[in-house]
């Protein structure tokens, strides 16, 4: 949540994308909360559930507010 758009974040890691997704969610303590809060989002499950998405991208940043979860999900071009 840097300002960037997803688009920019994910080209600028070196992932050359057809498509992409990005889900993000702050201040969940695990992985399962996170997880559970995602699949009854209707949104955030489309994207986990996108069978156009063919690879995923996970990470977490423990800063103020958070932790901060991230998926990425993309199809090369």
């Known amino acids: ?6 688009g ?3 080209t600028a890691a070196g992932y ?3 498509t992409y997704g990005e889900n993000i969610a702050r201040g ?8 559970d809060s995602w ?3 209707p949104g955030h499950r489309a ?5 156009s998405f063919k690879n995923i991208g996970v990470g977490v940043h423990k800063g103020s507010g958070g932790p901060w979860w991230t998926q990425d999900f993309g199809a090369k071009m």
């Not at 949540?1 to 997803?6: A, K, L, N, T």
């Not at 969940?28 to 997880?35: F, K, L």
């Open 16 to 18: 050359r994308w057809s």
């Open 47 to 51: 994207n986990i559930l996108n069978c």
């Open 8 to 10: 920019e974040r994910i």
């Open 1 to 6: 949540p840097d300002g960037e758009d997803p």
């Open 28 to 35: 969940q303590q695990t992985p399962e909360s996170v997880m």
């Open 39 to 41: 699949m009854n989002s």
